[in-house]
């Protein structure tokens, strides 16, 4: 085989000592010839693993992966679409109902980090800060305040700052860095019907509200309610933009010292406690005064006030503006209560209020009792044979006595219970003109050890965390309300990619305790220490 002979060209760059040059094939850039309509097509086909690989190839490209249409087709086809009814009736409600309330609520939503957050909660996959709010150990701290009420921190989140009541050190809010930026102290007593000095008692509510036009010049404003165990409650407003500090505009002072507020919601001009007594006192507010280039809240009127002598604990306050009528509002407390001798069943109240006319409705629904979990089979009255004659024989299908839930969680149409053998049960609310019912409940497992407290959203989002504190679990329940109980999940919260817990140095003499709620964002936790007391912050972005 004969060799190629070298060119002038090539010899001369040998005999300079110069590299020789690299000859580069011919190709053609297929994809710079498209058009950015045809790419983003081709984009929303790809997964979001794929499209994060082609967010680095140019800027171009960088731009075009991150466009919002193709996140949310994304979101839709994982998130959405699984968990719609396979009736293509209920199918197609579901999609229109989805439709318009991305539309309402998130029309310039940023879809890309709305999946991002999704998968993170699906996934469990979360970053863990702290808010050091007490230096005080935690033997000092502890304290009755009467009533069997024992001493301790409220603590409520909105957006990416939190709020915390207590006895000693007042209202007081952080932001996310855990720095310190706003405080008041509470009211101490007042003036009874009688002319005597009577102490409003310490904190023992908290309830967080975003009021419009509340301001004289229109803004939004923040509207925070604290609740005390001698009965009363005072109002605070702050901008919601900073919370620089808080603005007193209302106390609530009864004639004489009352059992302590549990459970507080507003809506102006409505303000519903209620008491460990288990009473709700309805509050309608007057039109309100201009004092100082401010608008104060007027004085408060009882309109009503209803006590049961028959429901458990425990109980779910909740608050909702009505879709087809914008000024009314329901009021809605779902309880447990017995069931004839044995048995239990969970129960909701709902009120309506008119601001003209007061209470205008009131209704009750329940569901039916659910049998001991040791019984393998519910036994039929039918089926049922009696050994000795009676008078009076009734057989719901359980013989044991089932214990009431542990926790109660309510928000329109997502009831959540929690009990004693480390399930969940949800239940659906339907709420139409012409009836209140109660769906039948699912039994959710997951828990290894007994749950302390549960939370859901409207959404269906929920959060269960258990007795020792060692277990957070994050549920998704919205196929459930669309007739899909098969997808029903839950996962247990993962700090960073492969741990389950927080650090060691951080576990080490602490253990985490009260649960405080959450959002889409966040799951909030007390965590206390032998040197003080901090809140643990999960965040999912």
Same mark, same amino acid.
């Given at each position: 085989?004969?060799?190629?002979?070298?060119?002038?060209?090539?010899?001369?760059?040998?005999?300079?000592? &110069?590299?020789?040059?690299?000859?580069?094939?011919?190709?053609?850039?297929?994809?710079?010839?498209?058009?950015?309509?045809?790419?983003?097509?081709?984009?929303?086909?790809?997964?979001?693993?794929?499209?994060?690989?082609?967010?680095?190839?140019?800027?171009?490209?960088?731009?075009?992966?991150?466009?919002?249409?193709?996140?949310?087709?994304?979101?839709?086809?994982?998130?959405?679409?699984?968990?719609?009814?396979?009736?293509?009736?209920?199918?197609?409600?579901? !999609?229109?109902?989805?439709?318009?309330?991305?539309?309402?609520?998130?029309?310039?939503?940023?879809?890309?980090?709305?999946?991002?957050?999704?998968?993170?909660?699906?996934?469990?996959?979360?970053?863990?800060?702290?808010?050091?709010?007490?230096?005080?150990?935690?033997?000092?701290?502890?304290?009755?305040?009467?009533?069997?009420?024992?001493?301790?921190?409220?603590?409520?989140?909105?957006?990416?700052?939190?709020?915390?009541?207590?006895?000693?050190?007042?209202?007081?809010?952080?932001?996310?860095?855990?720095?310190?930026?706003?405080?008041?102290?509470?009211?101490?007593?007042?003036?009874?019907?009688?002319?005597? !000095?009577?102490?409003?008692?310490?904190?023992?509510?908290?309830?967080?509200?975003?009021?419009?036009?509340?301001?004289?010049?229109?803004?939004?404003?923040?509207?925070?309610?604290?609740?005390?165990?001698?009965?009363?409650?005072?109002?605070?407003?702050?901008?919601?933009?900073?919370?620089?500090?808080?603005?007193?505009?209302?106390?609530?002072?009864?004639?004489?010292?009352?059992?302590?507020?549990?459970?507080?919601?507003?809506?102006?001009?409505?303000?519903?406690?209620?008491?460990?007594? +288990?009473?709700?006192?309805?509050?309608?507010?007057?039109?309100?005064?201009?004092?100082?280039?401010?608008?104060?809240?007027?004085?408060?009127?009882?309109?009503?006030? &209803?006590?049961? +002598?028959?429901?458990?604990?425990?109980?779910?306050?909740?608050?909702?503006?009505?879709?087809?009528?914008?000024?009314?509002?329901?009021?809605?407390?779902?309880?447990?209560?017995?069931?004839?001798?044995?048995?239990?069943?969970?129960?909701?109240?709902?009120?309506?209020?008119?601001?003209?006319?007061?209470?205008?409705?009131?209704?009750?629904?329940?569901?039916?009792?659910?049998?001991?979990?040791?019984?393998?089979?519910?036994?039929?009255?039918?089926?049922?044979?009696?050994?000795?004659?009676?008078?009076?024989?009734?057989?719901?299908?359980?013989?044991?006595?089932?214990?009431?839930?542990?926790?109660?969680?309510?928000?329109?149409?997502?009831?959540?219970?929690?009990?004693?053998?480390?399930?969940?049960?949800?239940?659906?609310?339907?709420?139409?003109?012409?009836?209140?019912?109660?769906?039948?409940?699912?039994?959710?497992?997951?828990?290894?050890?007994?749950?302390?407290?549960?939370?859901?959203?409207?959404?269906?989002?929920?959060?269960?965390?258990?007795?020792?504190?060692?277990?957070?679990?994050?549920?998704?329940?919205?196929?459930?309300?669309?007739?899909?109980?098969?997808?029903?999940?839950?996962?247990? &919260?993962?700090?960073?990619?492969?741990?389950?817990?927080?650090?060691?140095?951080?576990?080490?003499?602490?253990?985490?305790?009260?649960?405080?709620?959450?959002?889409?964002?966040?799951?909030?936790?007390? +965590?206390?220490?032998? +040197?003080?007391?901090?809140?643990?912050?999960?965040?999912?972005?």
């Amino acid at each position: 085989m004969t060799k190629r002979r070298l060119s002038s060209a090539d010899d001369h760059s040998q005999a300079a000592g &110069l590299p020789r040059k690299r000859q580069h094939l011919a190709t053609s850039d297929y994809f710079s010839r498209l058009s950015d309509e045809a790419l983003l097509l081709i984009f929303s086909y790809l997964s979001s693993g794929d499209l994060t690989a082609c967010a680095s190839v140019s800027k171009s490209w960088n731009t075009l992966s991150s466009d919002s249409l193709v996140w949310k087709r994304l979101f839709y086809s994982h998130f959405v679409e699984p968990r719609l009814p396979k009736r293509l009736g209920l199918r197609r409600q579901a !999609e229109d109902q989805w439709c318009c309330r991305t539309r309402e609520h998130e029309p310039d939503s940023h879809w890309k980090s709305l999946y991002r957050l999704r998968y993170n909660w699906h996934r469990g996959r979360c970053s863990i800060g702290r808010v050091n709010v007490s230096s005080l150990p935690s033997d000092k701290r502890s304290g009755s305040l009467g009533g069997g009420l024992e001493q301790s921190m409220i603590v409520r989140f909105r957006g990416r700052s939190i709020f915390t009541v207590d006895d000693d050190s007042g209202l007081r809010a952080w932001d996310a860095g855990g720095d310190l930026t706003a405080t008041v102290a509470m009211p101490r007593t007042y003036m009874d019907e009688y002319g005597r !000095e009577t102490a409003y008692g310490a904190p023992s509510a908290l309830h967080i509200h975003t009021q419009d036009n509340i301001s004289c010049d229109g803004r939004s404003e923040l509207t925070i309610i604290v609740g005390f165990t001698g009965g009363g409650y005072a109002l605070y407003t702050t901008a919601l933009d900073k919370y620089s500090n808080f603005d007193l505009r209302y106390t609530h002072s009864p004639p004489s010292r009352q059992p302590a507020v549990t459970a507080i919601v507003y809506e102006y001009p409505f303000l519903v406690t209620l008491a460990r007594d +288990q009473r709700m006192n309805i509050y309608q507010f007057q039109e309100s005064d201009v004092q100082g280039g401010n608008k104060f809240l007027a004085a408060a009127n009882l309109i009503s006030s &209803l006590k049961s +002598q028959t429901i458990h604990g425990p109980t779910s306050l909740s608050m909702r503006k009505a879709v087809a009528q914008s000024e009314h509002v329901f009021v809605t407390i779902a309880y447990s209560h017995p069931f004839l001798t044995s048995g239990w069943t969970v129960g909701i109240q709902e009120i309506e209020l008119d601001p003209l006319r007061g209470v205008v409705n009131l209704r009750t629904a329940s569901s039916l009792p659910k049998e001991s979990p040791m019984i393998s089979s519910s036994r039929s009255l039918r089926s049922r044979k009696p050994q000795s004659p009676a008078l009076f024989e009734l057989d719901f299908g359980f013989t044991e006595t089932v214990s009431p839930p542990t926790s109660l969680s309510y928000s329109h149409p997502f009831l959540l219970s929690s009990h004693t053998d480390n399930t969940l049960i949800s239940y659906i609310v339907k709420s139409t003109d012409l009836e209140l019912s109660i769906s039948e409940g699912k039994r959710l497992w997951g828990h290894g050890s007994g749950i302390a407290g549960v939370e859901v959203k409207d959404r269906g989002k929920a959060v269960s965390i258990s007795c020792n504190g060692h277990e957070i679990r994050v549920w998704d329940l919205e196929s459930y309300r669309f007739g899909r109980d098969d997808s029903v999940q839950s996962v247990k &919260l993962r700090i960073g990619e492969d741990k389950v817990s927080p650090p060691e140095e951080e576990a080490e003499g602490a253990k985490l305790g009260k649960f405080f709620g959450f959002d889409d964002e966040k799951v909030v936790v007390e +965590q206390e220490k032998k +040197q003080g007391r901090a809140i643990i912050v999960y965040d999912f972005t």
